[in-house]
């Protein structure tokens, strides 16, 4: 039987029983932690036990961990990171590499609370445009650098047994609004994207898995990406990503309908899997009856990302902080 096409959170630090019979008979994809879940190792660990205790399989956890002001684990527990932009031009001509051990840590700090998923790299670009609320999470300007920024942290990732989620498809950068409040618009030919926004995720389209932008793009469709079947078929066939792909936050307000209506939109549009997050238990349960289950094809990517997880690769976690210190000097 296939997975749920959804990905769900939780309301507190541990299930309530109605969140587990709800996860029983839903059997999502997978879940998502939020700073809400989240107090002390022990506690983080449980959670995700009780989570894959609930579906009785090993359900990928996922987290945005990207550094900033997104970042669910903090100090003093966890390590605090500064914004991406800022990294990335602290460490200057060695920031691949930089971005490498950075991302290398962040996965080697959720192993080991059995959180196996984190959503980035995020590789939008940076233009004038780009609203405060992305702009620091931006690793540049340049599209070339950003895929390769961008394929170091996956890497780093990778090899610390954390499945990287390439956010968001197919750019958010060249939006001078927040998609958690508002529905950006993009007035750009496609000439323009294919050789600008679209270029980092074409670079990285061998990721495992990858998430949406709520944006219009005027010059392809007046529906949002998540929602429109033309930018899905560009994603695919045009940027070449054949992980699975995942909706932004269908909560979000970019978004208008319920939850059921939204989440059945998305996935007739191309999307392969719900992220519904910060809603109401009704609301989850709304749109797991709408979302069913995966299709055919949606099960078979979901079964190759779960497949890209690795054990993590033997590393001195000591040397890798010593080494970033020194570049970042």
Same mark, same amino acid.
Request: include cysteine.
């Given at each position: 039987?296939?997975?749920?096409?959804?990905?769900?959170?939780?309301?507190?630090?541990?299930?309530?029983?109605?969140?587990?019979?709800?996860?029983?008979?839903?059997?999502?994809?997978?879940?998502?932690?939020?700073?809400?879940?989240?107090?002390?190792?022990?506690?983080?660990?449980?959670?995700?036990?009780?989570?894959?205790?609930?579906?009785?399989?090993?359900?990928?956890?996922?987290?945005?961990?990207?550094?900033?002001?997104?970042?669910?684990?903090?100090?003093?527990?966890?390590?605090?990171?500064?914004?991406?932009?800022?990294?990335?031009?602290?460490?200057?001509?060695?920031?691949?590499?930089?971005?490498?051990?950075?991302?290398?840590?962040?996965?080697?700090?959720?192993?080991?609370?059995?959180?196996?998923?984190?959503?980035?790299?995020?590789?939008?670009?940076?233009?004038?445009?780009?609203?405060?609320?992305?702009?620091?999470?931006?690793?540049?300007?340049?599209?070339?650098?950003?895929?390769?920024?961008?394929?170091?942290?996956?890497?780093?990732?990778?090899?610390?047994?954390?499945?990287?989620?390439?956010?968001?498809?197919?750019?958010?950068?060249?939006?001078?609004?927040?998609?958690?409040?508002?529905?950006? #618009? /993009?007035?750009?030919?496609?000439?323009?994207?294919?050789? +600008? !926004?679209? @270029?980092?995720? &074409? $670079?990285?389209?061998? *990721?495992?898995?990858?998430?949406?932008?709520?944006?219009?793009?005027?010059?392809?469709?007046?529906?949002?990406?998540?929602?429109?079947?033309?930018?899905?078929?560009?994603?695919?066939?045009?940027?070449?990503?054949?992980?699975?792909?995942?909706?932004?936050?269908?909560?979000?307000?970019?978004?208008?309908?319920?939850?059921?209506?939204?989440?059945?939109?998305?996935?007739?549009?191309?999307?392969?899997?719900?992220?519904?997050?910060?809603?109401?238990?009704?609301? #989850? /349960?709304?749109?797991?009856?709408?979302?069913?289950?995966? +299709? !055919?094809? @949606?099960?078979? &990517? $979901?079964?190759?990302? *779960?497949?890209?997880?690795?054990?993590?690769?033997?590393?001195?976690?000591?040397?890798?902080?010593?080494?970033?210190?020194?570049?970042?000097?």
């Amino acid at each position: 039987m296939n997975f749920g096409a959804t990905i769900l959170d939780a309301d507190g630090l541990r299930l309530s029983k109605d969140e587990i019979a709800f996860f029983r008979d839903a059997d999502p994809f997978g879940f998502i932690l939020f700073a809400r879940n989240i107090d002390t190792p022990d506690q983080v660990y449980g959670l995700c036990s009780e989570f894959r205790d609930a579906v009785g399989r090993d359900a990928p956890i996922t987290i945005d961990q990207e550094g900033g002001r997104v970042q669910r684990l903090r100090g003093p527990t966890w390590r605090e990171w500064v914004p991406p932009l800022d990294f990335v031009r602290a460490a200057g001509d060695v920031a691949e590499r930089a971005m490498y051990i950075r991302h290398r840590l962040i996965a080697h700090e959720l192993r080991a609370l059995t959180i196996d998923s984190n959503c980035a790299p995020m590789v939008d670009i940076i233009v004038k445009e780009t609203h405060d609320f992305l702009r620091n999470r931006c690793y540049g300007a340049s599209p070339g650098d950003i895929a390769l920024l961008g394929r170091a942290a996956a890497d780093g990732m990778l090899e610390g047994g954390v499945l990287p989620v390439l956010k968001h498809i197919p750019g958010h950068g060249r939006t001078d609004l927040d998609s958690h409040f508002d529905l950006p #618009r /993009v007035d750009v030919s496609l000439d323009t994207l294919r050789e +600008t !926004d679209f @270029a980092p995720f &074409r $670079a990285l389209n061998d *990721l495992p898995m990858g998430m949406t932008a709520h944006v219009v793009y005027e010059a392809v469709d007046e529906q949002p990406a998540t929602l429109s079947a033309d930018m899905m078929r560009l994603v695919r066939d045009d940027i070449g990503f054949d992980g699975l792909i995942m909706t932004d936050d269908i909560g979000m307000k970019a978004l208008s309908g319920t939850p059921g209506q939204i989440a059945t939109r998305a996935l007739a549009a191309g999307c392969d899997v719900i992220l519904h997050c910060n809603a109401p238990l009704a609301k #989850r /349960v709304e749109t797991a009856n709408a979302a069913g289950q995966m +299709t !055919d094809a @949606a099960q078979t &990517r $979901a079964e190759a990302a *779960l497949a890209a997880r690795r054990t993590p690769d033997d590393i001195d976690i000591a040397e890798l902080n010593a080494e970033l210190e020194a570049l970042l000097a």
